[in-house]
């Protein structure tokens, strides 16, 4: 039975309960709110209802190991791909944490599943107030074990980890051990009470989702929602924390599956369109019809040698101008949304500019007084679209 | 609905298995058919796959404030098809036959999927991509829950937990939720390895004689993009991959074996749903965020060295 009561002479059945409850375990029964059997104990309907009618009682029970008992402070994932390596992106998204956190005056802590090669300047470099190190091997199973059961163990109110793959795969792991809420993804990240709630894209970016959980909530962030690094400091205080993950299963030891990591080497293809954070496209106008082969081409190389992805819009596409080059647009569920995205020559369908609507920058290189990419440009060049991508190339370096 | 004749493979249990098997009689926790479809020490490799509307077919109903995927035609998510080519691939190559002829030999290719019951015709067309088996979760799953990836990877996981699976596959992320969280959250619950972004994988070794027989060890060299990065690793099973999209191509199914297809059973069984512990508040069309429009002046040289400061001011780059 829940512990959670509710004091039917205070209750008018405003329903704010019901709004409130990640759970779905309150309603409105003959106008007096009326709590299911799925309760967990979380708390988070006390402090929504106007009228003090909800009456927590002892600490919170709890649905899962970790769920609805959640303490202070917000832990950021920081293993990277391989052991000794810390995640690139940690310190960017203990810069978002301490965003969130800060408010209520709640510290910031990495979790890493070993001791840093870089030593003391890369724990420095973290920006965080702790270094916890939870060491369970470089297995992936045993890593989310460990983590599943520091978290058990300590009950942050926030585990965030980065979009990288690393951090998705401990994080979710760890989450799903735990029994807590998980979500990559996330966008505008707040904490309230005893809950979280953010945004997070759907359907490639064409719709969002606000979503609430109770607290702790574990979840990667989408890039956008990084924060700057803090510059500077000492080394924060590190500790080790022993912990026993809890059966067989949770520790991978007993599958007797095992990876083991080779060989690494550069990409030899372009960065994924979906996921480049630079995009460079080209349309109808980037050049005269019998040389858009190699404008294209210089496109695609251009973009490749700055580390982002190549695109094109529907209309080049269909005039067979644009080679393999992969199409932006809304009709056909290709959105995307990277940090910089350069039309040269492009006109700038509505299908297009919906496409790229959650593009952090929009430059529009084009010639045309009259482009509807003008109107969703945070830039405009108004200048040859070809010899901007020449001058775009040269200082790529590519030939 | 029908699922054609045809009985079962053999080795099957009785519940929730076949045509003559109703889902009802699959009780939630009872094992469906762990040895149906192949020969004792088989290695079975388990694709996971999601249903969901084509995104471009999908609109938001500003009046329910809804996404409205009524009309919307569903699929079984590209990168789902990719892992189960990827897994077709893997026991072509250790002689079983895979395909949509594929025998009962050592590899066998076992689709499970968790979709309401209408989506067993879109399913069934793993069968004639390169599964040998098909598993259906018929346990209906509200929206919430469905929104959830810990209370689909539970059920999930509870259902490969009854199914014997020597390597599960699935597609790094759907394409309506995108959230790449159910493989990394299955393995965890496995307790098994976990690799994502994987765009190949072949038999150590290589061929049926890297498979290593049916009850041999046998390992598995494998490829994947991180970051920047290519990746090789050397895989022994149990373990999940996530396959991106620079798997290799989908095979596409001919009428005829969509015919034969639709002829072979489908085995249902039914889990336990869990409490979701997301909950959606709101859904909304992404903003149309307001832009500067700001003219840069200059030459193609001189504006591109300007846009770059700006950029680098604004830290984008």
Known sequence: MPETRIIGELCDGCGECVRACPFFAVDVVHGKAALAESCADCGICAPACPQGAVAVRGGAAGAGPARGAAGRGAWVWGGGDAAGEVDPDAAAVAAAARAVVEAEGEPVAAVLPWQPAGGAAALAALGVDEVIVIPGGDQPAAVAAALAAALAAEKPRLVLGSAGAAARRAVAGAAALAKVAFAAGALELEVSGGGAEFTRLIYGGRFTARVSAAAPVACTLDRRAYGRPRAGGGAPPLRTLEVAAEGGAATGAESGGSVTRGKVGPLTQAVPLAEARMVLAGGLHLAPAQGAAEAFALLERTARALGGAAACDREAAEAGLAGGVPVVDAAAGATIAPDLYIALGLDGSPTHNGAIARAKVVVAVTQNEAAPILTVADYVISAEPMAVLQALAKMAGVA | ???????????????????????????????????????????????????????????????????????????????????????????????????????????????????????????????????????????????????????????????????????????????????????????????????????????????????????????????????????????????????????PAPKAASPLQLMK???????????????PALKVRSLATTEVRRRLNEPIPGAAEDALAMLWAKLRERRVI
């Open chain 2, 261 to 275: 297809a639709f002829r072979q059973p489908v085995e249902r069984l039914e889990v336990e749903v869990a409490a």
């Open chain 2, 1 to 247: 609905m029908s699922d054609g004749g045809g009985a079962s493979p053999a080795g099957a249990s009785p519940a929730g298995a076949g045509p003559a098997t109703p889902a009802a009689a699959a009780p939630a926790g009872a094992g469906p058919a762990t040895a149906a479809g192949a020969g004792p020490g088989a290695r079975r490799l388990f694709v996971l796959l999601k249903v969901a509307p084509r995104p471009a077919d999908v609109y938001f109903s500003a009046s329910r404030a809804a996404v409205d995927a009524t009309n919307a035609e569903r699929e079984i998510g590209a990168r789902d098809r990719t892992a189960l080519e990827v897994a077709r691939i893997l026991a072509a190559e250790a002689g079983a036959g895979a395909g949509a002829d594929a025998g009962t030999a050592g590899v066998e290719v076992a689709a499970l999927s968790w979709a309401p019951e209408g989506d067993e015709k879109v399913l069934r067309a793993a069968l004639a991509t390169g599964a040998t088996r098909l598993l259906h979760i018929t346990t209906p799953l509200d929206e919430a829950a469905a929104a959830d990836p810990l209370v689909v990877a539970s059920g999930l996981a509870a259902a490969l937990g009854r199914g014997e699976p020597w390597l599960v596959l699935c597609g790094d992320e759907s394409a309506d939720e995108s959230r790449g969280a159910v493989g990394p959250m299955v393995a965890a619950l496995l307790g098994w390895p976990f690799i994502g972004g994987v765009v190949r994988a072949k038999w150590a070794g290589g061929g049926a004689g890297g498979a290593g027989g049916a009850s041999g060890e046998a390992t598995l060299e494998v490829e994947a993009e991180e970051g920047p990065n290519l990746v090789s690793y050397v895989v022994r099973p149990p373990a999940v991959l996530a396959v991106n999209r620079h798997g």
